[in-house]
């Protein structure tokens, strides 16, 4: 199923792979990053602390936290959206603590995030050379969930507290500060290194929780056998795995022979550029040279060789809750999941439908363009070729997709659906770019 995905990476990973068949088979890393010789078995089944869990979750929800006060984790990952959502922006990335600060990524769920595995390379059987898998944030930039509750805590455009200090007295004078003696021992909060150490670990129990990691979708019901899923959806499901026709499964990965559903976690960690149309309504691309061109950031501060030809990668998010999401990519570019979807299958043949002026992959540094994958099903196609999904074909997969809404967040997935169909319906028939980033291509239902 894989096969797929690597016909595309050729002559600049060489590089790299030549320097790497030199190193030593045992401790082989790519400028620091681990290589693997074998993709890690799915993580879990996580059993924390419940009393970590209870006060990873006071912390996610305590608005005390930001400056001004006001903005919790949960302002951004909503429990609303599926734990994602822009802090009510809607120009598809998040509003910070400040009415006047929008940042420059669309939110991603959290749930299910204590599955990412740290950043490692691995070569895979029909790969040329090693790719990178794993690491949070979109390009992969930290390692895990306890290491990274501080960037959001003093990103200016997020959290805004001026330093770690700052962090370290609110959660001293919080509510459940006692909680957090009792579970980390009195002298938790003696050092501002140590309150932030708690906090991480507390936060890591959070997002292990089952209420994180419900796996209670329609998908899973129907895998156990105990939920029957319609005939579209069916149809989406085959047309997802047919590496003829989707081959969506080659990066969103699942298995639904599976017992274990962390088997189906709808990506395989792993990094493509698919060249998403550029979001004009974020601020900081009025800037016509400014690019966010993801993990290559990553690759440079990490020294991996060679690291402009990770411009334009960004890492496969999992597609559970996907249908409670109200924007998609990681600028936020959709703020319809029809388009999404319809997108992997006319970028290269209708060009003008996607992109301004019709420049594919418009958001991407002129110089890097090339990394963006024009190889893999279902975006291997040109002006003129006939997509790999039809408009019937693009609606089964959407109908699929919504199969994935865990239990919570079924009615605001339903709500969500709805009212992006409504607004399709509004705007159908122009295939114009729209500055607001709704595309709403004609359906034909
Ligand atoms: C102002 C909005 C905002 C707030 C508040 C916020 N986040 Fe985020 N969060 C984001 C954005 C945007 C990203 C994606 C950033 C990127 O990819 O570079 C993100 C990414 C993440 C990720 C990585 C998920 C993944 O799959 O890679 C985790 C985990 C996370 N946030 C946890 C938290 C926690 C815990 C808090 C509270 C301490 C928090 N966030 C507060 C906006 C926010
Ligand atoms: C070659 C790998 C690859 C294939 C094949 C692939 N995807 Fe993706 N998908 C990605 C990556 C990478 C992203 C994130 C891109 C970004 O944020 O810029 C993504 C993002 C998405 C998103 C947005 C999710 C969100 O929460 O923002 C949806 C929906 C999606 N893919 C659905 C599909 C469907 C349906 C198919 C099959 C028709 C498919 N993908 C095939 C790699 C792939």
Redesign the pocket.
């Known amino acids: 199923m894989r096969g797929k995905r690597f016909q595309r990476i050729a002559g600049a990973v060489v590089l790299a792979a030549a320097a790497l068949s030199c190193a030593a088979a045992a401790g082989l890393t790519v400028g620091g990053t681990p290589q693997r010789t074998a993709l890690p078995d799915v993580a879990g089944p996580f059993r924390p602390d419940p009393a970590r869990v209870l006060l990873g979750r006071q ?2 929800f305590d608005a005390r ?2 400056e001004p006060a006001g ?3 949960a ?3 909503d429990p609303a959206q599926g734990f994602a959502g ?2 009510g922006s809607r120009i598809g ?5 400040r009415p006047d600060l929008v ?8 749930l299910y ?1 204590a599955y ?1 595995p740290p950043l490692f390379f691995y070569q895979d059987d029909d790969a040329p050379a090693p790719t990178p898998f794993g ?5 992969g ?2 390692d895990t ?1 306890a290491q ?2 501080r ?3 003093l ?1 200016p ?3 805004r507290n001026p330093d770690t200090d700052a962090i370290a007295r609110k959660l001293r004078t919080a509510p459940y500060a006692d909680g957090f003696k009792r579970a980390f021992g009195p002298d938790v909060f003696a050092t501002t290194a140590g309150a932030l150490a708690a906090l991480g670990a507390a ?1 890591d129990a959070f ?1 292990q929780s089952r209420e994180m990691a419900p796996f209670s979708s329609r998908y899973d019901a129907w895998v156990q056998g105990r939920a029957q899923l319609t005939t579209q959806e069916l149809r989406g499901l085959k047309l997802f795995k047919d590496p003829d026709r989707g081959n969506c499964v080659s990066c969103h990965k699942f298995n639904e022979t599976s017992t274990n559903p962390a088997r189906s976690l709808f990506t395989d960690f792993g990094y493509d550029a698919i060249g998403v149309p550029r979001n004009r309504a974020i601020p900081a691309n009025r800037d016509p040279r400014r690019f966010d061109e993801g993990l290559c950031a990553t690759a440079a501060a990490k020294g991996w060789p060679d690291s402009g030809q990770w411009c334009g990668y960004f ?1 496969t ?2 597609l559970r809750n996907v249908a409670a999401r109200e924007r998609y990519m ?1 600028n936020g570019v959709f703020a319809n999941l029809r388009d999404a979807v319809a997108f992997y299958a006319t970028r290269g043949i209708e060009p003008r439908r996607w992109y301004r002026d019709g420049r594919l992959f418009d958001d991407v540094a002129p110089r890097h363009r090339g990394n963006v994958n024009v190889a893999t099903l279902p975006y291997n196609r040109r002006q003129g070729m006939t997509p790999a999904l039809d408009d019937a074909d693009i609606d089964a997969i959407v109908a699929f997709l919504g199969t994935l809404t865990d239990a919570p967040f079924e009615a605001a997935a339903r709500r969500n659906m709805a009212a992006q169909a409504a607004r399709c319906r509004q705007t159908s028939g122009t295939g114009l770019v729209s500055d607001v980033g709704a595309y709403c291509l004609p359906s034909k239902r």
Do not use: Y
């Open positions: 912390v996610f936290l930001s903005t919790s984790c302002s951004c990952h822009d802090h990335v998040a509003l910070g603590s940042g420059v990524r669309n939110v991603p769920s959290v995030a990412v690491g949070l944030f979109a390009d930039r930290v969930v990274l509750v960037h959001p805590l990103d455009l997020e959290m936060m997002l890492r998010p999992s990681h």
